[in-house]
């Protein structure tokens, strides 16, 4: 992917000097960036976000290249460690992740997702994201809150397991 957005550059500036890293490309295009946060439960939706990120991602990606835009997808499949989880970290990090990002995608599937205890939710958490939190209520899985929180900011694309199934892969 970054040898195509390089080539990308190049026609669009003229310039054809040596670019060895993507970092000189968000230079070029002036640091604009533009992330999208995945949600989704993990148990049922790997396909889906597989197929998303293999089979749309690229074109968009292309599409907001060539506006000038870097395109980044937030997917925290391997962002949250068992250190993390282990301290309670999960919500505040799916939430960080989510605030630091324009546009969220939810893909709904079969499960509700991971139910945290108010025990896993760290102060930090509350102090911080309380306004999603606040109507706390045992049993509300992340992929809820990330959604409550996606859909209050209305930034957000919605689709449903039907629209996207592992079969066009």
Request: aromatic share 12%; charged share 25%; proline share 3%.
């Amino acid at each position: 992917y970054g040898r195509r957005v390089l080539d990308i550059m190049r026609k669009r500036t003229g310039d054809q000097r040596p670019m060895p890293t993507l970092v000189r490309g968000y230079r070029q295009m002036r640091g604009r960036s533009v992330r999208v946060f995945l949600s989704s439960t993990f148990r049922d939706m790997n396909d889906e976000r597989a197929v998303f990120l293999k089979r749309f991602a690229p074109s968009l990606r292309q599409q907001a290249v060539e506006r000038g835009v870097f395109l980044t997808f937030v997917d925290l499949r391997w962002g949250v460690t068992v250190g993390q989880a282990q301290g309670g970290e999960v919500v505040n990090i799916c939430l960080d992740q989510l605030a630091q990002s324009k546009y969220f995608i939810n893909l709904l599937g079969l499960w509700y997702g991971w139910r945290p205890a108010k025990e896993d939710l760290t102060n930090e958490t509350f102090d911080r994201f309380g306004h999603v939190l606040n109507s706390y209520c045992p049993g509300r899985s992340v992929t809820e809150f990330e959604l409550i929180y996606g859909v209050r900011r209305q930034t957000y694309l919605w689709t449903h397991r039907s629209h996207l199934s592992s079969s066009h892969a």
